[in-house]
């Protein structure tokens, strides 16, 4: 009899929302959408010309990418003044590929991975996939949702790096300067690597302190730092991301070879599109603007309607594209969001998917297209006003 590896877990079966989603068929106001490339947003038609770029006939495997995009990557950097040597950036196809090519380097398995809390619920996924385990670093609600360092102290021996989401997901913090100096201190007393992951930070929203600092410039402790196209030009189907390694130079040197003995087993960047990430990264700012331009306008929709809901509230969004909407507790969140899914046509994700601290929250998709985020959030306070 075959045995599967435990790295999969035995139940595979969904939730009760995913399962109500499955039997709802058409959804009328989807406020959980994270695909931008449906939300109707203005992509340049030429946008994609560049993959015709005859050089993309030609395969000569690089293991970290082809230097061509690694310099653009570095070039985007130097826009931001922060100056990233293209010899430091490494390609991968996602940004969770990114993250088992770090977990390969660092760990060995049942070795244990630093993870925010509430965050992106991938990590747990992703870690378990390549035989980790997760501890907590919890970020306190209370407080801007700054990290509870003190978390860090019953971390496990076997603990080989802590990741960080700036801006979090779906928290919209930045991860304070004060913070990032602490993480990086704690990194550097316990042999920690720091991993940053940035993917939203071109997207400023409330801003806030940390919001214009990116972990590329950190030299102080070994540093991966995060981004891609899939959310910095809102393109996640051409699977292209990066990541800059930081920090004292010998070990950056050895860390780069590694990565690469790595990379070169998979070889997965795609050759036509990392060419194309020169004209990619210069189109962005068309595209990066008009996410930002719908992100914010929603934003402000939420604030307007909320404040007619006495004890409904919008925390402060430093960035990214969600927003987290505080309502009056009186059903559990995946009760709410079923109901509101089934009795309004309304899709919305319960804030226990993230590890959200408390009851009647839900974490909408601000990318929804606007006349569906209005009549979507008409519906949300119609319906808690009848449940109050
Ligand atoms: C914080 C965070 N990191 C990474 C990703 C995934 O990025 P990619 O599509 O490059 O794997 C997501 C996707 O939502 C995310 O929220």
């Not at 102290?153 to 928290?171: C, L, Q, Y």
């Not at 990214?320 to 507790?329: E, H, K, T």
């Not at 995946?334 to 899914?341: F, P, T, V």
């Amino acid at each position: 009899m075959v045995s599967f590896s435990s790295r999969v877990p035995n139940r595979l079966e969904s939730n009760r929302l995913a399962s109500a989603r499955a039997v709802a068929g058409e959804i009328p106001y989807d406020l959980s959408i994270s695909n931008p490339t449906v939300c109707g947003l203005p992509y340049p038609d030429d946008l994609l010309s560049e993959l015709a770029n005859p050089d993309g006939l030609r395969y000569s495997p690089d293991p970290l990418g082809p230097v061509r995009a690694r310099r653009a990557v570095s070039d985007a950097y130097t826009q931001k003044r922060i100056h990233v040597d293209p010899d430091n950036v490494v390609l991968t196809a996602s940004t969770s590929e990114a993250y088992s090519l770090l977990f390969k380097l660092l760990c060995d398995p049942d070795d244990t991975i630093v993870t925010p809390t509430p965050s992106y619920p991938l990590f747990d996924q992703l870690c378990r996939l390549d035989g980790l385990r997760t501890h907590p670093l919890p970020l306190d609600p209370n407080d801007d949702w700054r990290p509870i360092f003190g978390a860090t102290d019953t971390a496990p021996e076997n603990t080989r790096a802590v990741i960080v989401v700036h801006p979090n997901n779906p928290t919209g913090s930045h991860i304070h300067p004060e913070d990032g100096a602490t993480l990086a201190k704690i990194c550097r007393d316990r042999g920690w690597a720091l991993v940053a992951d940035e993917v939203f930070l071109p997207f400023v929203l409330d801003g806030g302190p940390g919001s214009e600092t990116s972990f590329a410039s950190r030299n102080d402790v070994l540093t991966f730092t995060l981004g891609g196209l899939s959310k910095s030009i809102g393109l996640p189907q051409l699977k292209l991301s990066w990541m800059v390694v930081g920090g004292p130079g010998d070990l950056v040197t050895e860390t780069l070879d590694r990565l690469e003995y790595i990379a070169d087993a998979y070889l997965s960047v795609n050759t036509p599109v990392a060419l194309a990430v020169p004209h990619l990264l210069a189109a962005a700012t068309t595209i990066r603007s008009a996410i930002t331009d719908r992100c914010r306008t929603n934003l402000e929709t939420l604030r307007s309607m909320a404040a007619s809901l006495p004890a409904a509230c919008v925390p402060p969004v430093g960035g990214g594209w969600s927003a987290i909407l505080r309502l009056p507790a009186v059903l559990d969140d995946e009760e709410m969001a079923i109901r509101l899914l089934t009795e309004r046509g309304v899709a919305v994700q319960p804030g226990f998917l993230y590890d959200l601290p408390t009851e009647g929250v839900m974490v909408l998709s601000l990318l929804t297209p606007e006349p569906v985020w209005r009549a979507g959030l008409e519906e949300i306070f119609d319906a808690v006003r009848g449940w109050i």
